[in-house]
Every structure is written in structure tokens, then in C-alpha cells.
Nanobody
């Protein structure tokens, strides 16, 4: 129904920037809630950012505020994560996620739990050297 493919990861120095992309294919992508998660070695997957179907509702995890920016385009169907001022603790596999539901229709402000997303990409590695 929908496929997500992340790209743009790699090795960067502390203080540098990386822009991740998530290419989506499938029907009704423009109406999907999108999110980014990350998983560092030995740690649980954690929420990074989410963006609504309209692109007008955005929320970031506290540790990402001021440094990361999530955005989306419907033609072509792509979600981005601009990461600036990177720190070694940002090293992780970054995953793109999608759900065909919208938080407002579920009585919520936004989705921050991985279990709230039905579709996932394969992940892209971001390594930040100190």
C-alpha cells in the first residue's frame, strides 16, 4: 500500500549538518501523518519529529528543538529531516514512518509513539564524529 525509503545518511563531524530524505510511494500519501524516529546502538527507538498531512502541524522531541527541521512535499511525495549542529549523541539509525490516520481525528495533538505508525522505511545510518 505504501513504501518508504530513507536516504542521505552518512558520516559527519560534530557541528555539521545532514539532510535526510524519505521517498514515499503508494496511494493517499498526501493525507498521511509522517514522522521520524531514531535508534542508537543499545537503545530503544525514540521519537524525533512529526508533521501533519497538511504540513502545518509540526512537533519535535525536546532534544531536537532548535536543531532539526521536518518538512514535506506532496509532489513528489517526500519527507525531509534537516539536522543542524549535530552532536555525537545524535548518532543513530534514522527511520521514516507514516500512518494514514490523523491525530486530530483520534483526539490527540500528534503521534509520538512508534506504535502509532503503521508503515516504516528501512532506516539510514547517521554517524557523528567528535
Amino acid at each position: 500500500q505504501v513504501q518508504l525509503v530513507e536516504s542521505g545518511g552518512g558520516l559527519v563531524q560534530a557541528g555539521g549538518s545532514v539532510r535526510l530524505s524519505c521517498a514515499a510511494s503508494g496511494r493517499t500519501f498526501s493525507s498521511y501523518t509522517m514522522g521520524w524516529f531514531r535508534q542508537a546502538p543499545g537503545k530503544e527507538r525514540e521519537f524525533v519529529a512529526t508533521i501533519s498531512w497538511s504540513g502545518r502541524s509540526i512537533y519535535y522531541a525536546d532534544s531536537m528543538k532548535g536543531r532539526f527541521t521536518i518538512s514535506r512535499a506532496n509532489a513528489p511525495n517526500t519527507v525531509f529531516l534537516q539536522m543542524n549542529s549535530l552532536k555525537p549523541e545524535d548518532t543513530a539509525v534514522y527511520y521514516c514512518a507514516a500512518d494514514n490516520r490523523q491525530p486530530v481525528f483520534s483526539g490527540k495533538s500528534y503521534y509520538t509513539d512508534e506504535n502509532e505508525y503503521d508503515y516504516w522505511g528501512q532506516g539510514t545510518q547517521v554517524t557523528v564524529s567528535s
